[in-house]
């Protein structure tokens, strides 16, 4: 009697499930392809995006190429002229010397026999008296003006020194500006104007150079003036000391009779 109800139901049933397994299986075919489709649409969107970039880069890539091509590019340009004769003139001294160097030089000897290459007289080591005797000068005495003499030396050499390295700096300026004009790129301009510019600079401290040296021909010139102008005021001073000494002794020696003389006694 149980089992009559259960096949019953099971017939009833039966229909309706087969119906809903009908109903069901195209809508998630469908959701199915709407979810495909969707990612095909997602995907063409991505691979749009990134053609998107890729050209961006390649217009990029081209307008740097563009800019290199103008301006060129300064990592390739290692060489350039007139660098490295410009650190080769800047790393010269010259053949100046300072003025305590020419001091500790000076000479008594050598300004007793300079003569300027015969333009003055030497004076000669040593000298005669009227009466025939021979006697040494005082070296000590000349220095000073060996000093002078020194310092003239030295002017005259630094001269000659900026003369050489200022006529090889100028031609190395208009070789540099040769090239400037020459330029094809900004980077190759810049570079050597930075050159030029150096260069420039260099002839300016090198004409200095001279400038400096005439200085201390004028300062040991000054130093000497005072020197002789201070020897004079010792004089002086020991002059007046001499005198003073001598009018003292003139009076003690000479010292005038204070006392009246007594008068004569008479018977």
Known sequence: MKLFPSIIALSVFTPLLHAQWVVTN????????????????????????????????????????????????????????????????????????????????????????????????????????????????????????GAIQQSSRNFQDVTDDVLVRREALRSEIAATTQQLQAATTDAETQKLTGVLVGYTAELEAVDREIDQAAAQVATQDAENRTDRERQEEARREERQAEMAESFRRYGEVFRLETTPPALPVTN
């Open 26 to 145: 195209p809508i998630s075919d469908a959701l199915s392809e709407i979810q495909h489709f969707e990612d095909i649409a997602k995907a063409v969107e991505m691979i749009n995006n990134q053609v998107e970039q890729i050209n961006t880069l390649t217009q990029q890539l081209q307008q740097i190429q563009a800019y290199v091509k103008a301006f060129g590019d300064p990592e390739q340009l290692l060489s350039i002229v007139g660098a490295d004769e410009l650190i080769s003139s800047l790393g010269q001294s010259g053949v100046g010397q300072t003025i305590s160097e020419l001091q500790e030089l000076t000479s008594g000897i050598e300004a007793l026999r300079y003569d300027a290459n015969g333009l003055y007289e030497s004076l000669g080591e040593t000298f005669t008296t009227p009466s025939g005797f021979q006697f040494p000068r005082a070296e000590e005495l000349y220095r000073k003006y």
